[in-house]
């Protein structure tokens, strides 16, 4: 019955919805889907999307995911083929992910609508239930209203030139709601929220995120970095760097090195130091995130080929941002210094090895 009920909630939602961000949609074989072919993209494939929440004031925190690994595979002949539904809770120290068949997933290329067996989500709502390894159940029912979406990637998103794309489509957004989490019922009213989507053919080397929107006396601030190293064309690039977006008293900042901005990054477990510097020389932002090891949880992500790719996420980290302007006979000029205790810190590599032994370790980029 739950089940039943779930997917005609689903159904009547996306009939119900209006038509949405293009890059929050399906992207699997999209191009074969508008053009009528008939054909199928056979690719190795994964694609998700990612909803994270934190609760400032008691310092909880939770990420929920929704994906798909090879859509193609309906007879799941590979074993990384799979759909499923994932949960985190950082208080509790758990993450746990409950996976489906292939045809058991649904998404649309319209609109911002996924939906499996136990659970469903737009850019608007998600609901969805799973249960760990020892019967423990947890289940979330959250409405979600949009503020910012940010276009990390610039000219180059969509376009295919790289194997792993990103975008987040609310880089800043409001969550109210419930969530049940191992029995504990916790209540959220407008609460900082977020969400953004991957997908591609194959997974980077490695990939760093910082965001937050939760800044100390700035309630419509928000701050998206996210890069690493891809593979263009199956090669591993050459560049290894972060795209930074910064939204502030109304105004939106962006510091993308595809479009000769110069960002540098300083890795240094786990501190992350990231200085942008726009190419016309006008702005310049400095960024010192922070989380100690123990706030760290690893998500574990199967890659197409079946590779597990470690994701260590934190939710509750700290970052001081700095916004510069250059006047003229003054040089750089700070017009704004920002803090936030509640923000979302990651780090993630397929290489088990290296990811565990980061802290203590230092990693230089560009």
Wanted: hydrophobic share 35%; proline share 4%; charged share 25%.
């Amino acid at each position: 019955m739950k089940h039943l009920l779930l997917v005609i909630a689903a159904l009547v939602l996306c009939l119900g919805a209006s038509a949405s961000d293009p890059f929050n949609n399906y992207q699997w074989n999209k191009a074969n889907h508008e053009n009528k072919s008939g054909l199928v993209d056979e690719k190795p494939w994964f694609e998700w999307w990612y909803y994270k929440v934190v609760i400032p004031e008691t310092e909880k925190a939770y990420y929920f995911v929704y994906g798909v690994v090879n859509p193609w595979d309906r007879e799941m002949g590979l074993e990384s083929s799979r759909s499923y539904i994932g949960f985190g809770d950082f208080e509790k120290r758990i993450t746990t992910d409950n996976h489906y068949a292939i045809d058991e997933f649904n998404a649309l290329y319209d609109q911002t609508s996924v939906s499996l067996p136990m659970g469903y989500a737009t850019d608007q709502t998600l609901i969805g239930q799973v249960t760990d390894e020892g019967g423990r159940s947890f289940s979330w029912d959250i409405e979600i209203q949009k503020k910012w979406a940010f276009n990390a990637e610039g000219w180059i998103l969509g376009a295919g030139l790289t194997d792993i794309e990103w975008y987040p489509a609310q880089a800043d957004a409001r969550c109210s709601g419930k969530i049940v989490s191992d029995g504990e019922l916790v209540e959220l009213k407008d609460a900082p929220c977020y969400q953004d989507r991957n997908w591609g053919t194959r997974f980077p080397e490695w990939w760093a995120w910082i965001v937050s929107n939760k800044f100390d006396d700035h309630p419509d601030t928000a701050l998206s970095i996210g890069g690493g190293q891809p593979h263009v064309f199956g090669i591993p690039s050459f560049y290894e760097g972060v795209c930074i977006g910064l939204k502030h008293k109304g105004v939106e900042y962006k510091w993308r090195p595809m479009e000769l901005d110069r960002v540098k990054v300083d890795i240094n477990f786990g501190r992350w130091e990231i200085t942008g510097v726009s190419r016309d020389r006008k702005r310049k932002i400095t960024i010192s995130a922070y989380a100690p090891p123990e706030a760290f949880m690893d998500l574990q992500f199967t890659t197409p080929e079946g590779i597990v790719f470690h994701d260590y996420e934190a939710l509750l980290g700290q970052v001081d941002v700095q916004l510069y302007t250059r006047e003229a006979f003054e040089g750089w000029v700070l017009i704004e210094t920002l803090h936030s205790d509640y923000t979302g810190i990651e780090y993630g590599s397929a290489n088990e090895h290296q990811v565990k032994n980061l802290f203590g370790s230092h990693l230089k980029l560009q």
